[in-house]
Nanobody, 129 residues
Framework: QLELSESGGGSVQAGGSLKLSCVADGIRLFANTYCMGWFRQSLGKEREAVAGIHTDGTIRYADFVKGRFTISQDRYKETLYLEMNALNPDDTAMYYC?????????????????????RGQGTQVTVSS
């Protein structure tokens, strides 16, 4: 059973930066098969995949990231990160970490990760203009 806990959200002005963290307790048990990622949801909108990483090193980003965000992980600490730069008000949302213990090899599906993954409680990001 995976347990995810996000942190690092906050309020920043447009152009600012934040780094989110997600501790994935138990993920090391699936060291060869897991995938993890981030998605977001703002009030009245659908969930939106942001980025994902597979244990094989494959990384995918949503198009809107446009080089502003970087996903990374520390396997020893069982922690996933999302470094966000050049934030704008459209990035305002609750950000969630998602993880799947078993992810098939091949192209990483952010949609499947968001739909079927275990998720944390979220951390709020608010960007003011």
């Amino acid at each position: 059973q995976l347990e995810l806990s996000e942190s690092g959200g906050g309020s920043v002005q447009a152009g600012g930066s934040l780094k989110l963290s997600c501790v994935a307790d138990g993920i090391r048990l699936f060291a060869n098969t897991y995938c993890m990622g981030w998605f977001r949801q703002s009030l009245g909108k659908e969930r939106e995949a942001v980025a994902g990483i597979h244990t094989d090193g494959t990384i995918r980003y949503a198009d809107f990231v446009k080089g502003r965000f970087t996903i990374s992980q520390d396997r020893y600490k069982e922690t996933l990160y999302l470094e966000m730069n050049a934030l704008n008000p459209d990035d305002t949302a609750m950000y969630y970490c998602a993880a799947r213990a078993y992810c098939s090899s091949g192209p990483l599906s952010l949609a499947d990760l968001v739909e079927f993954g275990t998720r944390g409680q979220g951390t709020q990001v608010t960007v003011s203009s």
